[in-house]
């Protein structure tokens, strides 16, 4: 089991191998420059590069190698905060606005990811959003019925027929949203990189950013062996960037198991829905193609925590799914999730032609795609700042940003040795 934060575990053996990229070597000359080689970014370079804008795309480490390759692979529409909250805060006209885009951006993967065929096996079964306890359950009452006054296809299951699709559990309900589904995080990444190659972009990975400077009529981006000019720059680093940034980091590991005997795939999670909890600290479970059950919370797989956060995944396993009486994990890893203060993303305009979506708050999938194609109409010309989903918005200097992303491991940490004990 892998506990260093450069591996992908699962996601790492399980990918199609990623394009052929290298380094950025001496001087070169783009109209926009992307920092970052994730889901934003990538999607942005395919949008600008169809466009016929010379992108390229500057990844300080490899494709995906952030939260793109490291996370859960739930495909879900909306984020964390309920909609009729997102919208209040936000207000007309962004507010459903933002509810519509991100209502149908599991729509938009998919579709993007049949069309182009992309390897990432997808599952559209819908994903489980189950209750804990009577205020769970209240809670996912009202997200069902905010969803549904929007149209939404989300139904809420009783505790019967939470435990049919779960094949356990104590739950007291779940909403199953139609909408939503599970990919292979990191081979999306991978593919969105393909296409982007495709459509004449350039991809340079091990290629930190070390400067942006202003030079008048364009931007220069300096890097260990060579800089690149542009006239725009979009920052697609979300909790992966240097500062500015208005997140807080928030680990989150996942644990895989080894591939389930027929019998034990057939009565877990029948339907191959993904799933998660109402709980303060969440666990989240799914299968992969090959019937490894892939089971994650908050957390970091690092020292003392590493042996914490597996003996509670352990126990909380059996304790959900009894019928697995054979439990070993071939893998583990984790990854950093971006948290703002109200758990709404940000556009930021960090100057003139210096631009930067983020904050998905683990919601990165189908929220960082769109928003990669929108900020790419918004650097295009294509769409103006008034009609984008977000409003700009400041960067948030957070206090004791290093404090609380130490409280968030620490507490993990607590609440799961609690639960390995009981």
Not at 175 to 180: E, F, G, N, W
Not at 311 to 316: E, F, P
Request: charged share 20%; with cysteine.
């Amino acid at each position: 089991m892998h506990g260093n934060p450069k591996s992908h575990g699962l996601w790492e053996l399980t990918a199609p191998a990623p394009p052929n990229t290298g380094p950025l070597v001496g001087d070169a000359r783009a109209d926009v420059v992307v920092i970052g080689g994730g889901y934003t970014g990538l999607s942005a370079a395919i949008h600008l590069a169809k466009a016929g804008a010379r992108a390229v795309v500057l990844e300080a480490h490899e494709i995906g190698f952030g939260g793109s390759g490291r996370n859960v692979g739930l495909v879900n529409a909306g984020m964390w905060v309920m909609p009729d909250t997102l919208s209040g805060t936000l207000g007309p006209p962004f507010g459903e606005r933002l509810i519509e885009l991100l209502g149908g951006a599991p729509q938009e993967v998919f579709e993007l990811i049949e069309r182009d065929v992309v390897d990432c096996e997808v599952e559209r079964a819908g994903t489980l959003h189950c209750a804990v306890g009577h205020r769970g359950l209240q809670e996912i009452q009202i997200r069902a019925e905010q969803w549904q006054k929007r149209g939404a296809p989300v139904v809420v299951l009783n505790a019967e027929e939470t435990r049919r699709k779960i094949g356990g559990g104590n739950y007291t309900g779940a909403m199953l949203d139609k909408r939503a589904g599970t990919i292979q995080p990191l081979a999306y990444a991978r593919g969105l990189a393909r296409l982007a190659l495709a459509a004449g972009a350039r991809i340079l990975t091990r290629t930190e950013v070390l400067t942006v400077s202003d030079m008048g009529l364009c931007w220069r981006v300096g890097t260990a062996m060579g800089s690149v000019r542009a006239e725009w720059v979009v920052v697609a680093t979300d909790a992966y960037g240097n500062r500015p940034r208005s997140q807080v980091r928030l680990p989150y590991f996942n644990l895989a198991t080894r591939p389930l005997s027929d019998r034990l795939r057939t009565s877990i999670l029948p339907e191959r829905q993904g799933a998660w909890d109402t709980s303060a600290v969440l666990s989240s479970f799914r299968f992969d193609r090959s019937g490894r059950l892939v089971f994650g919370s908050v957390g970091a797989l690092q020292g003392i925590g590493a042996l914490v956060h597996r003996a509670w995944a352990i126990r909380s396993l059996r304790r959900l799914f009894p019928q697995l009486d054979e439990l070993e994990f071939e893998t583990g890893w984790f990854g950093m999730i971006g948290m703002t203060s109200d758990h709404l993303p940000r556009f930021h305009k960090l100057d003139r032609n210096l631009v930067s979506f983020g904050g998905y708050n683990g919601r990165g999938i189908a929220p960082g795609t769109v928003f990669g194609r929108v900020l790419a109409s918004y650097v295009l010309g294509h769409l103006a700042e008034k009609d984008l989903p977000l409003p700009a918005a400041p960067v948030e200097h957070r206090r004791f940003r290093a404090a609380r992303e130490a409280l968030y491991r620490a507490g993990s940490q607590l609440v799961h040795l609690a639960g390995a004990r009981l």
